[in-house]
């Protein structure tokens, strides 16, 4: 299972056990310092995980050591199928896009080539270990905080024999500090670290998008979170050894970075990824791709693309307007 698939999965493994979207009784929304205390609670008496959080600005760092790592070989499964006939497809070389001084810039070497498939005698698979603590820490992420901020709730109560009562209105009787305007972190920002070879995994999730995925019914299908959803694999010697983040460089999350690195998502994911690739000029999906990014989110501030074909040494840049 690619890391996208197992992902996801986990993403509806915690909307099940949280029980998101479920009819409930009304519940005090959390502020945030309550949140995170019951986040490091969870993780720490419940699962037994010595997590370290770091707050940056409106962005939530989450470090979590392994001592197993995040990878191991296996043999592959005797009964795989058949080597696919050889095909054209599109190939990355090279992507990389950013955003700075209000401009997207994407470089990219994008080209058609040939594939060969062939059967292959071992895999390459995430450890037990890790997808263990990664699941589990996703769900205490959802039981924590999803309920920080929320000044409203569109299922009934029952109060007395009233089985129809406004819950706002209830809740300003019973209790007027009840209705925290405390807002929840913009993002979270996972890093499971195998401290023994010094390699990591940094997953950013913005947390309207996972509210979304995991209501009921969800605000977006789960293919267009996978599309949003952020994440790289790196490596580091500072990680060897370290248990509690002390040399993780952190960063308040811009929703500018975010946006760029998920164009690169959403790039590979077209190009690479998807059963219905493209079939036009790879710079008029790149434009595509980055205009529909930033009407998903309404974003605005910027003022230019650039873009920069490395195979022909071509760079157009386009102005805001245009899209």
């Known amino acids: 299972m690619s890391f996208i698939k197992q992902y996801l999965a986990l993403l509806l493994t915690a909307a099940v056990l949280t029980g998101c979207g479920k009819p409930a009784t009304f519940a005090r929304p959390l502020t945030l310092t309550q949140a995170q205390e019951q986040f490091l609670k969870i993780c720490r008496e419940e699962l037994k995980y010595d997590v370290k959080v770091i707050p940056v600005g409106k962005t939530m760092w989450v470090y979590v050591p392994l001592t197993d790592g995040i990878f191991e070989f296996r043999a592959a499964s005797k009964d795989q199928s058949p080597p696919a006939p050889t095909n054209k497809s599109w190939s990355i070389t090279f992507l990389e896009s950013t955003f700075s001084d209000k401009t ?76 925290t305007k405390e807002e ?20 950013i999730n913005n947390f309207e998008d996972m509210r979304m995925a995991l209501s009921n019914p969800p605000g977006i299908s789960n293919d ?33 970075y975010f946006l760029a690195k998920q164009i690169e998502n959403r790039i590979n994911t077209q190009f690479v990824r998807s059963a219905f690739p493209p079939t036009g000029q790879v710079q008029d999906e790149i434009w595509h791709i980055i205009s529909e990014t930033c009407r998903l989110y309404q974003f605005k501030d910027f003022e230019k693309i650039k873009l920069i074909d490395l195979q022909t040494e071509k760079e157009s840049t386009y102005d805001k307007s245009q899209l």
């Open 224 to 256: 267009e979170y996978v599309k949003r959803y952020v994440y790289e694999l790196f490596g580091d010697e500072d990680l060897i050894g370290d248990t509690t983040g002390e040399h993780l460089k952190t960063q308040d999350i811009t929703m500018g």
């Open 184 to 203: 929840p972190p913009d993002f979270f920002v996972m890093v499971f670290a195998d401290t023994k070879h010094g390699v990591g995994i940094q997953a």
């Open 104 to 179: 997207f810039t994407v470089r990219y070497d994008i080209a058609m080539t040939k594939k060969y498939d062939k059967k292959q005698s071992y895999q390459n698979k995430y450890s037990d270990e890790y997808s263990k603590k990664q699941r589990e820490v996703l769900t205490a992420l959802t039981r924590a905080y999803f309920d920080v901020g929320q000044t409203t709730i569109t299922v009934p109560v029952t109060v007395g024999n009233d089985q129809k009562v406004n819950p706002t209105v209830e809740v300003m009787k019973s209790n007027p500090l009840a209705l």
